[in-house]
């Protein structure tokens, strides 16, 4: 087991990308604190965990709430009596051009993909340095590398995700702490089906649509994208260190666009 008896904080991990990674980590053999704002979904997740013999608790809040993201940090040194792996997964996407975003959405994008992501790692470093140690995964996308209309906010948030990925994996090299991040591509998840609703026509027309364009023509599997968080939070990948971990299908790999 790759992680086994590591104390695990997963936010976002009701659904989608974060729900894969809870699933996998306690597969592997973490003690998994789930964090969400479905309460019905994490005990769905946590039931589903539990009865596969892993260990997992859930705690439902909102990132955005004032000291949420420090007590987060709190309750699983609390429950587990340290924290050695965090994944910060937790996000939003709103689809508008920019001389529609509205200053709400500006805000509340960065409020989840930026500085709830700060705040929680902010508070993951203090305790990781002071036991000796950790890994801290950040969840960003290939839109924080590439710019794609209407995602003005989105693409701009998890440009912020990466560069605070590469800040804090040298400010804390020193201290036995690594740094990294996953940029997933399209990922076949509820906030892809969500966008893709905003869009004109059938969502299962638009998802082959967006395939069409990628290079290995479909879309990630959430369990896909876990796997390469997994490997960033063991100690497999020891030597990673400010990493962005592309899991894009060759997206990152075209330089433009791909032939369909």
């Known amino acids: 087991m790759r992680l086994k008896d590591k104390a695990t904080l997963i936010t976002g991990a009701t659904a989608g990308i974060g729900e894969a990674c809870a699933r996998l980590?306690?597969?592997?053999?973490?003690?998994?604190?789930?964090?969400?704002?479905?309460?019905?979904?994490?005990?769905?997740?946590?039931?589903?965990i539990r009865q596969a013999g892993g260990s997992a608790e859930f705690v439902a809040g909102d990132l955005r709430d004032d000291g949420f993201c420090d007590r987060l940090i709190a309750e699983t040194k609390s429950r587990f009596g340290r924290i050695d792996v965090l994944v910060n997964n937790a996000g939003i996407l709103y689809s508008a051009a920019a001389a529609e975003?509205?200053?709400?959405?500006?805000?509340?994008?960065?409020?989840?993909?930026?500085?709830?992501?700060?705040?929680?790692?902010?508070?993951?470093?203090?305790?990781?340095?002071?036991?000796?140690?950790?890994?801290?995964?950040?969840?960003?996308?290939?839109?924080?590398?590439?710019?794609?209309?209407?995602?003005?906010?989105?693409?701009?948030?998890?440009?912020?995700?990466?560069?605070?990925?590469?800040?804090?994996?040298?400010?804390?090299i020193g201290d036995n702490v690594r740094v990294n991040s996953v940029c997933p591509g399209e990922t076949h998840t509820?906030?892809?089906?969500?966008?893709?609703?905003t869009l004109d026509g059938d969502i299962e027309d638009n998802i082959k649509n967006l395939a069409k364009g990628l290079p290995i023509r479909r879309l990630a599997r959430p369990e896909e994208v876990a796997n390469a968080a997994l490997f960033l939070a063991s100690d497999e990948s020891s030597y990673c260190v400010g990493t962005n971990l592309s899991c894009d299908g060759g997206t990152a790999a075209t330089g433009g666009p791909y032939p369909v």
């Open 25 to 48: 980590f306690a597969q592997e053999g973490a003690k998994v604190l789930m964090s969400g704002r479905d309460q019905a979904r994490g005990d769905a997740v946590l039931d589903a």
């Open 190 to 197: 509820k906030m892809i089906d969500d966008w893709l609703g």
């Open 101 to 172: 975003t509205t200053d709400e959405q500006w805000s509340d994008t960065f409020a989840v993909n930026v500085t709830a992501v700060f705040q929680l790692a902010r508070a993951a470093l203090r305790e990781m340095i002071a036991q000796g140690g950790g890994s801290i995964v950040n969840i960003a996308s290939e839109s924080g590398l590439n710019g794609e209309p209407g995602l003005t906010a989105y693409c701009a948030s998890k440009g912020a995700v990466i560069q605070m990925t590469k800040c804090m994996a040298l400010d804390h």
